[in-house]
Each structure stands twice: as C-alpha cells, then as structure tokens.
DNA sequence: TAAATGAGAGAGAACGTTCTCTCTTTTTTG
DNA sequence: CAAAAAAGAGAGAACGTTCTCTCTCATTTA
C-alpha cells in the first residue's frame, strides 16, 4: 500500500487528442485502451517479478503481489487468469532475455572472445536491478526460481527447454563455424562442449560473484580459461 | 500413496528381546526407545525428502508428507516442531553429503585427477537415488531446491554457508599444497579458482548430465578441462 | 499402572480465486 | 451533437479450499 494506483486512468487520457476515434476493430490492436493494458500488465509483472524475488514463486501470495502493483484483486485478474499464467510470463520471458544475450556473439573476433563475453554479459544482466534506479535485488534469485519450478512445473519445463533449445543450437552453430575455421581443436566434442558451457556458465550466473565482491573483470580470465579448457583451441587462440 | 506405513509400530517391536530395561537415564540415550524415535526421524525425513523432490519445499503439504510417511499429523509432530525444522534438517544433511564427497580428495596423487575425482562422485552421487533399490527420482533437484531456499531462508542460508565454508577451506587447503609442491602455475588465484571451480561444479551437477542421457564417464574430461583451465598446472600434469 | 506414542478430528489462518458493484470511457443511436 | 447503451476497469468483500499445527483420546510399552 504504498503511493499505488496514480491518477488511475486519467493518467492515459491527455496522452495526445490527436488519435482518436479509430472506432474499427484496429482500435482493439492499437487503440489508447490497448496501450493502457499492456501497460498494466507490465505493472503486475514488475511487482510479481519483485515479489518472486523476495519470496518465491510458491511463497509470494496474490495478495501480496496485489500490493506491490498498488492493484486490488478483482483488478490484477483481469489481466492475468491465474498465478500460473504470471509465473510462466516472468520465466518465459526471463529465459528470453538469457537467450537474446547470446545473439550478440557473433560480434566478436574469434570463439573464447566471444564466449567469454558472452559470459560476462550474463553476470552483468543478472547482477544488475531490472530497469529502473535504485539498487534493487539481484535477479539472479529469478534464476534459481526458475530452475527450481522448471524441475516440478510441467509448463515452466517447457518454456526453459525451448529457450535453451534455441541457445544450445546458436552455440553449436559458432561452435562448427570456429571448428572449420581451424579455431579448435577438431577432436573436441562440440555437443558435450555446448552442454557443458551451458551448465557451467549458469552455476557461475547463480553464485552471483559481483554482489559477493569479485568484480566483473576477475571473472574475464574464468571465463575464458573454461572456453579454453572445453574447447581445446589451436594454441594461438589459447595464450589470449 | 504408495505402498507405505508398513507394519507402522510393529517393525520395531520385535528387533531383539535380548536388550530390554536399561532403566537409568542412560536409556533415554541408547535404549531401545530413543534407537525407535532415531529410525522414526529417519522414516520421517525419508517420506519428506521424496515429498520435496516431487513437490518443492513449499509446494509439499505436511498432509503429503504424513502420507508417504504413513504417519499421522499428531505422530510426526512429535518428531519434528514445524515445517520448516524438517527443511532445515533436510538442507543440513544434503548439503553435509556433498562436502563430505570432498574430504575424499587427499586420495588422489595429483591435485588434477583429485578435482575430476570430487566432481564425478558428485554426480554420481546426485543421478543416484538416495539408498534403497528401484530407481527413484534424482537427488539433484533437492540440490536446487536447496539453494533456491538458501536465497530466502536465513537458517537455510546459514546452513549453506556453513558446510560451503568447510568445502572453499579444504578445496583451498589441497590447492596451497599443490601450489607449493610446484603442481600450479604460482600466478594463480587460488581464491578465485576455488570459488569459481565450486560455482562451476554446482552447475553440472545441478543439470544432471546422467539423466539426459550423458554418461558418467563423459564427463571425465569435462571436468579434467575445467580442472586444468582455472588451475593452470604445469605442463607434466595438463596431459593427462 | 504410569509414561510414551499414535490416530485423527479440527481450529484458525492464509491461500488463490470469484463475485458484485461502482465508476469511467467508448460506441451507438435518435 | 446529446442521450443512451455497452464495454472496460477497478475495488474489496467473500468463497471454498488448503495450509500448518494442536488437541483429545485411545493404544502400546516398560
């Protein structure tokens, strides 16, 4: 119950009196209620999200979920059917995010470069507050939230396979890439390494080294020493 | 609501007749009754583990626990004062096993295979249902859910932090030693190497490679390559 | 027979969800 | 364009269920 609820919807109403009366089904897609709504449900996320955080998926109750987005009940169910729905949105799109870091590698020069960057983008992302100021707590708790209901939640299961499905399948692709380049070694087992990389780098993601002290660029040298050590680079790659 | 609860109190009454009043306070410790409440804790414990694993510390109900138990309400709260007592005994145990796997270490020649060694039983350890025949649930989603509570339950967390100390001193202990014998590279820090190599082996064994279908012994290498990358030993050991 | 143990009903709180009602905004109608 | 109608959005009480934990009373054990 803190300063919730605003101007209610008064605050979308001076947006701008240019666009009105669409009055067609359009309206519906991209009219001012369209864009209150998903504003909305950007709120109850927000406030789930942080709640998750603080007590868990099965230990945040609606209730307090509620208060957090400054929303009563009846109000917060009309955008979400049920807590299922908003748990599966935060993991999906939580998982998401994992999996857009991993598009930007093909930016980098050579593999270790690109996986070591890659790795530390993740630290980074997950060390940080989401979006707005003020430290706020780590979202690397979401992580762990996620894994752990993806191992009992049929739905949770999916969303985090497809997601690591989609990343499995770009490393490998970088992975063959650099192998016919002559980067690595060709005797490495490239889906052993995809897996193992994965799994690796998320148990660093959750030990969450920047709010334990280390610094983002002691990590650098971990990371690259286990593409390293998995990848078995040809030696000029290898000594940085 | 399997085949539980067996003979429920009759198990233990026919152990052995040849041990009966020891009559002092002495039997409060060793007699009879308390070796009855130490094997009910234990049956307690066992139905509550399994409960977990399926369900989630939160997402299990006590009624479910009794059940698998085979136990009422009444009954096992005479064994255990709350929920959470039974999270935390639970927590405690799971996480004593894993660093118990390390005091093993000292039986390996060179600090390389030691690493490997520790990692392997681990997943061994956690791929493989907790005593008793037939293959039951894998022990490595209590690993998350453990530490998915440890992020939001103090004692849980002190618990952790506890049995985690004792790993990074002794890991650290056996890394000094290899240090000095000229095993590794000087430059190395062994600080972070130990934090990072803990973190590293979490997330392997958290993703339980068996059970998808990777063999234990492929992931021999694995952590030999994760071993040999964040230790930098001297040449005579990389190779194997 | 006194103490320990267990079964099971159930108390009381908290849970996720729904219901009813009010108020505002948009669309339709005359 | 004004009035009427419909739809959307929100509040908050209330619902039925489930939760953890306790209480009473019967049974077993020494």
Redesign the pocket.
């Known amino acids: 119950m803190v300063d919730?609820?605003l101007p209610?919807?008064?605050a979308n109403?001076s947006a701008d009196a240019a666009d009105d009366?669409?009055?067609c089904f359009v309206?519906k897609l991209f009219?001012?209620?369209a864009r209150?709504?998903e504003a909305?449900e950007e709120r109850i996320l927000t406030a789930a999200m942080n709640c998750f955080i603080r007590s868990g998926f099965r230990g945040?109750?609606?209730?307090?979920i509620c208060s957090e987005a400054?929303?009563?009940?009846?109000?917060l169910?009309?955008?979400f059917?049920?807590?299922?729905a908003i748990i599966e949105k935060i993991s999906a799109t939580h998982r998401q995010q994992s999996a857009e870091i991993l598009a930007r590698m093909s930016q980098s020069n050579n593999i270790i470069d690109a996986i070591t960057n890659v790795g530390l983008d993740h630290v980074r992302k997950m060390s940080m507050n989401d979006e707005g100021p003020g430290p706020r707590d780590s979202s690397a708790r979401l992580f762990v939230e996620v894994r752990a209901e993806s191992m009992r939640n049929e739905s949770v299961a999916a969303i985090c396979e497809l997601h690591e499905g989609l990343m499995r399948e770009e490393l490998l692709a970088a992975f063959s890439a650099a192998k016919e380049c002559g980067e690595i070694d060709p005797v490495t087992d490239l889906e052993l390494a995809v897996a193992s990389l994965a799994a690796v780098g998320e148990g660093i993601i959750m030990r969450n080294f920047p709010a334990q002290g280390v610094p983002l660029e002691a990590l650098e040298p971990v990371f690259r020493a286990l593409a390293v050590g998995l990848l078995r680079p040809t030696k000029s790659l290898a000594n940085k």
């Not at 400054?70 to 109000?75: C, E, H, L, N, V």
Request: hydrophobic share 25%; net charge positive; glycine share 8%.
């Open positions: 919730q609820a209610k919807q008064a109403i009366e669409p009055r309206a009219g001012k209620r209150n709504r909305q945040a109750s609606m209730n307090e400054g929303m009563s009940p009846g109000a169910y009309r955008y059917p049920s807590k299922e």
